[in-house]
């Protein structure tokens, strides 16, 4: 994505802050009383949604391994997250990447809504899908250093076997919700950290080569 990030785009995503922001903005602004269903349907998940994001910040400390990872981040990183306040998953994984991303002055977390970047989002997308919250992490040049999402692994794999057991979507995605319910957005942690990891071997071992290079 050059283009995109040497125009500034990316940079000039919400900062996690003002995401929240334009969110609780949404929810002081309930539905007109001749809105349509999809209107409602879409402030309830809003509301609900903000309850989640909110227990998942009143309960998470990043873990050492995470906080170790990030603080060998040693060159500037940029944190694109691609993704809506509608969206359950979001309300549980985007605050442990709001966190991560804190432990850092090297990293600027920067989100893009999804619904207003769809050619950015059809970059990244999950077997074929615009699936979210999708985390894509860039060098000060613009080269993508990890992604990440839409979901920890084994949220993925319950999701799956969710799917063969519910033809109705809502059924699905309330069984599906008590996952995360159970903490199984702390999976984020362990994922994000291992990713965060792998850049800086790749860094070290990089730096080691060009230095046998000159020898």
């Not at 003002?18 to 809003?46: N, S, V």
């Not at 709001?98 to 059809?122: H, T």
């Not at 080269?143 to 809502?170: H, I, N, Q, S, V």
Request: overall charge negative; proline content about 6%.
């Amino acid at each position: 994505m050059p283009d995109l990030f040497d125009e500034g785009r990316l940079h000039d995503g919400l900062r996690y802050e003002e995401y929240r922001e334009a969110w609780a903005k949404r929810l002081d602004t309930p539905p007109a009383d001749d809105a349509d269903p999809e209107a409602r349907r879409l402030h309830h998940y809003l509301e609900y949604n903000w309850d989640r994001q909110a227990q998942v910040h009143e309960s998470y400390a990043p873990s050492e391994p995470l906080r170790e990872a990030v603080a060998a981040i040693e060159e500037p990183q940029l944190w694109m997250v691609l993704t809506e306040p509608w969206c359950g998953d979001s309300a549980f994984l985007l605050p442990v990447i709001a966190e991560a991303a804190a432990l850092s002055d090297q990293v600027s977390l920067r989100i893009l809504p999804r619904d207003e970047n769809l050619d950015v989002m059809d970059q990244y997308l999950t077997d074929g899908s615009r699936s979210i919250p999708k985390l894509v992490a860039f060098s000060s040049e613009g080269a993508e250093l990890f992604t990440w999402g839409p979901r920890p692994d084994a949220a993925a794999r319950r999701f799956e076997e969710l799917a063969e057991k519910y033809d109705d979507k809502m059924e699905l995605v309330g069984e599906f919700l008590e996952h995360y319910e159970a903490g199984g957005w702390t999976e984020t942690d362990r994922e994000l950290a291992e990713r965060i990891q792998a850049v800086t071997e790749r860094s070290v071992s990089g730096a080691t080569g060009e230095a046998d290079l000159t020898r």
